[in-house]
Nanobody, 131 residues
């Protein structure tokens, strides 16, 4: 089973940048979707960016232009590059993925607002942005 481990969180001033890492272990070729989610205190988780089943980047409108994703060539590590951070970006950030086991039809489309596309989550890394 795929496991996900996030790192790179921390405290930064508004306008600053952070780079989060997600190390994926297990059967990487079975990954269908990989995404970054965040959850602020008292709020529901929100998908911010990720990769679809063809490893094409996908982004939520709320962060488009400020956040980008990248990955290693072997897909074993994915990154979330966060620029021009705002206090509202303060949250715990999670890496999440869908492991395809062949029991359903492959679909490359991954929707950040559909938690069903990202059922496996890491432990999270905290990001705090001060004003």
């Amino acid at each position: 089973q795929v496991q996900l481990a996030e790192s790179g969180g921390g405290s930064v001033q508004a306008g600053g940048s952070l780079k989060l890492s997600c190390v994926i272990s297990g059967v990487i070729y079975s990954i269908r979707c990989v995404g970054w989610f965040r959850q602020a205190p008292g709020k529901e988780p929100e998908g911010v960016a990720g990769f679809d089943g063809d490893w094409r980047p996908i982004y939520a409108d709320s962060v488009n232009g400020r956040f980008t994703v990248s990955k290693e060539s072997d897909h074993a590590t994915v990154y979330l590059h966060m620029n021009n951070l705002e206090p509202d970006d303060t949250a715990t950030y999670y890496c999440a993925a869908d492991e395809f086991d062949g029991s359903r039809t492959w679909n490359s489309r991954c929707v950040l607002s559909d938690r069903g596309d990202f059922p496996t989550w890491g432990q999270g890394t905290q990001v705090f942005v001060s004003s």
